[in-house]
């Protein structure tokens, strides 16, 4: 067994209205399985009443109480770029984090959303058509997706948001760095969801706040893969109607687990158990 840590390994998770949040039981679950002292606490903004603009004190409060690291939710994800010295390439491709590592008087800026959706799907969907997928959303999940289903090899991708600026500005970052895919920013669902194989869903819609589809039901079609990034609730209205057609479907529960292991990684220094912590989540969900 590996040794207890006599002082506690502490990192945490900053972000606004995150008290349902699972992340700390998934963290906290893995390191006393591993023998690890480990303490992740809720940084949540309504809460404390604090904003993204009071990210610099937060962050500096964590170093001085000795944290190892904070993960980083939304709405701050982005704006805590400047506050950091470093950032992965994947998290600059990104241009989010959600993973901040302190380390000899360092910020390290890492992002495990892609990696997580990426690792998700190559086991959830694994056959997957990838000749062509529509994405719904182009804010911050919606970059971590598309950088994901570009990196398994989609090989065309249709980007839609309710803020057309925000699909061309995800398409035009993706499209230098995935030269040989097409993407582009679409104007006619329809028409795009009926020469897709696969739809990917990067919005709020269908969280138990946000309750709805984000698009017309009947545009969905047998041959369609729907991938999903909400998970709370796991089952959501889109999966319903995806799967009363004959799609296959992924929910948003390995998105979140996966980015946890990788974060988990990141945090402590040690290599997770995926399936525990996936065994984990599902106890909780259930």
């Known amino acids: 067994m590996p040794e207890t840590l006599i002082r506690p390994l502490r990192a945490g998770l900053i972000g606004a209205g995150i008290q349902a ?73 990104l241009g989010a984090v959600n993973t901040v590592v302190f380390k000899d008087g360092r910020r390290y800026g890492h992002n495990t959303d892609w990696w997580g959706f990426a690792e998700s799907f190559r086991r959830g969907l694994p056959d997957a058509d990838l000749s062509s997928a529509v994405q719904l959303g182009a804010g911050g999940a919606g970059v971590a997706t598309a950088y ?77 893969w729907v991938a999903e990034i909400v998970y709370f609730p796991l089952e959501t209205e889109l999966l319903q109607q995806a799967r009363k057609r004959g799609c296959r479907t992924l929910d948003g529960g390995g998105m979140a687990v996966f980015q946890a292991v990788g974060a988990f990684r990141l945090l402590t220094g040690r290599t997770p158990d995926a399936a525990r912590m996936l065994s984990h989540f599902k106890a909780m969900t259930e």
């Open 148 to 224: 994901a289903m570009l990196s398994l090899g989609i090989q065309r991708l249709t980007v839609f948001d309710r803020e057309p600026e925000r699909a061309v500005t995800l398409t035009e970052a993706m499209s230098q760095r995935f030269p040989a895919a097409a993407i582009t920013a679409g104007m006619d669902l329809a028409s795009a969801m009926r020469q897709a194989s696969g739809l990917t869903h990067a919005t709020p819609t269908g969280m138990a706040k946000y309750p709805g589809m984000p698009l017309p039901p009947e545009l969905l079609e047998e041959r369609h």
């Open 21 to 93: 949040s699972l992340t700390p039981a998934m963290h906290m679950e893995e390191g006393a399985a591993q023998g690890l002292n480990y303490e992740y606490e809720l940084i949540d903004l309504n809460q404390i009443g604090a904003a993204p603009a009071d990210l610099p004190r937060l962050l500096a409060e964590a170093e001085a109480q000795g944290f190892a690291g904070l993960n980083i939710t939304h709405p701050c994800k982005q704006v805590i770029i400047p506050y950091l010295d470093e950032l992965s390439a994947e998290a600059r491709a």
